[in-house]
């Protein structure tokens, strides 16, 4: 009998094995946040790497592996806020970041976007790790809008990139986080709370493969949600009092992170409630009910439920801001739960779609382009030939200038030509 089951069934022990999990900082921003990740302790089997053109940024960073990319091409320097020379760099270290991944199950690839090493190496830095068959997922920040528009629009082009190269990928817009942060919130405490935000991404997906649980979710449940998921959007809340499971669901699915964006609709979801020992099966499930109709009834919901001292505070090293009495009431009372939403959402599946995507977006952004160009250079024909001209006045074709401020103002009186000469001269120098 045992025989005859054999033949129809095999077991793996390597998958009852823990997961291997690596956090891997790329560049200034994403080595703060594994420097904060480290400071705040990541539970289960979870390492870090730092990777950085950065030499002295790199030297002061708490991870017990650092790689040092582009040594030659930077000399150490950093990539200059130039995403070409830290993508470069990045590829000049290939080998040393492939043996570094080896034998890692996930890998969270963490970076701020818009800089030099960060933008153009964390594609990179990716698409090694999936080369490997490891599962890949990135977290990443956007620039807040002080950092100014050239930052933003290099984040984005590196968040697009990045898409390409990751299985799911999770950004944060900084500015959001303004929604929820105080007016006297200083510029360093922004940045702070940005890598705040960054370790509870992190640790909210790699408690739910390390951290045993009430009801538990495995490292193949994880894999099956986030693999091929595609940019994904992740929201987290913790709430004190009554109905505060419940309660932290709704903040999560409404919060500012998600970037005014709703989970409806997505592929997957991943949910994530922790709360102290106290938490009862009702208060859970009635948080997932309220992710589950947000999301829709054909949405696939994976869950778990811990009961953790560290939910009101208890063994951790930092001070906690909920009371730190504990409640025997099974709706919650004064300690609180914590609700932690990551949705993965839809995208093309096939290379072709997205191939065809991307085609489509680019012929729309050059027929704007094409559109803008005809209407400017439109402009200053209509405007000539509805003036009136002087008999025997000749009038060349005027130029399209580089800038629309810097068009000189054409007289429509006959003048001589030295006359004409000595006007314009002063008018371009002074443009």
Not at 118 to 141: E, F, Q, S
């Amino acid at each position: 009998m045992e025989n005859e089951f054999s033949e129809h069934f095999s077991f793996d022990d390597s998958a009852n094995e823990e997961a291997r999990i690596c956090v891997v900082g790329v560049g200034g921003g994403g080595g703060n946040a594994v420097n904060n990740m480290i400071e705040r302790g990541i539970r289960g089997n979870v390492e870090f790497i730092a990777v950085n053109t950065d030499q002295q940024a790199l030297s002061e960073n708490r991870a017990p592996q650092k790689i040092q990319a582009g040594g030659e091409l930077t000399g150490g320097l950093g990539a200059g806020a130039r995403p070409s020379v830290g993508a470069e760099a990045i590829e000049e270290s290939r080998e040393e970041i492939e043996d570094a991944l080896e034998g890692f199950d996930m890998v969270f690839v963490t970076a701020g976007m818009g800089g030099g090493t960060g933008t153009g190496g964390a594609p990179v830095v990716a698409a090694i790790a999936r080369r490997l068959g490891i599962l890949t997922v990135a977290i990443v920040t956007k620039p807040f809008k002080v950092e100014g528009n050239r930052r933003m629009k290099t984040a984005k082009e590196g968040i697009s990139l990045l898409e390409e190269h990751v299985d799911t990928l999770i950004v944060i817009p900084n500015e959001r986080l303004l929604d929820i942060a105080d007016a006297s919130t200083s510029l360093i405490e922004a940045f702070e709370k940005a890598d705040s935000v960054l370790y509870s991404a992190t640790r909210g997906i790699s408690d739910l493969i390390t951290v045993h649980g009430l009801i538990n979710l495995d490292f193949a449940d994880v894999r099956t949600t986030m693999k091929d998921g595609g940019t994904a959007l992740m929201g987290s809340a913790a709430v004190s009092g009554d109905n505060r499971a419940e309660k932290a669901a709704v903040e999560a699915i409404s919060s500012p992170l998600l970037d005014g964006l709703s989970i409806a609709g997505a592929r997957n979801v991943l949910v994530n409630v922790t709360a102290d020992p106290s938490l009862g099966i009702r208060e859970a499930t009635a948080a997932t009910n309220i992710v589950q109709q947000e999301a829709g009834h054909d949405v696939e919901v994976m869950w778990t439920a811990r009961a953790s001292r560290a939910a009101t505070g208890a063994g951790s090293g930092r001070r906690s801001t909920a009371p730190s009495r504990s409640s025997r009431s099974g709706t919650g009372g004064a300690t609180r739960a914590k609700t932690t939403c990551a949705a993965s959402m839809c995208r093309p599946t096939s290379a072709a779609a997205r191939c065809a995507t991307r085609s489509s977006r680019a012929r729309s952004r050059r027929a704007r382009m094409a559109k803008r160009a005809a209407s400017r250079s439109s402009r200053p024909r209509r405007r000539l030939r509805s003036r009136s001209r002087a008999p025997g006045t000749t009038q060349s074709t005027p130029t399209v200038p580089k800038f629309a401020a810097s068009t000189p103002t054409t007289s429509t009186t006959a003048r001589s030509a030295s006359a004409r000469t000595t006007r314009t001269r002063p008018l371009s120098c002074a443009r």
